[in-house]
């Protein structure tokens, strides 16, 4: 059974930083996309950033220069380092691997809060 385990999530302070870790059961890690979901209280899930199984990367508008995603194939874990933190990053994260529009699964998420 394929599981997802998040974590690193934490209460931080504005402008500090916390690296979130998601360890993925998968056979061929490899072969999958992955990506970090968040959804704060109220709002819809949304994707953070994205890894794909070749290594190219891409980022929410409001996480570009702030946050970095990387994966290590071999320890089959995927990472999120979040750097200069805002408020209004506080969610629940959520780990997400994707090799077609059947194999899909998801970590069961992670709390990040950020406030003084």
């Known amino acids: 059974q394929v599981q997802l385990v998040e974590s690193g999530g934490g209460l931080v302070q504005p402008g500090g930083s916390l690296r979130l870790s998601c360890a993925a059961s998968l056979p061929i890690f490899s072969i999958y996309d992955m990506a970090w979901y968040r959804q704060a209280p109220g709002k819809q899930r949304e994707l953070v950033a994205a890894?794909?199984?070749?290594?190219?990367?891409n980022y929410a508008d409001s996480v570009k220069g702030r946050f970095t995603i990387s994966r290590d194939n071999a320890k089959k874990t995927v990472n999120l380092q979040m750097n200069s933190l805002k408020p209004d990053d506080t969610a629940v994260y959520y780990c997400?691997?994707?090799?077609?529009?059947?194999?899909?699964?998801w970590g069961r998420g992670t709390q990040v809060s950020v406030s003084s």
């Open positions: 890894i794909s199984s070749g290594g190219s990367k």
């Open positions: 997400n691997a994707r090799l077609n529009t059947v194999n899909v699964y």
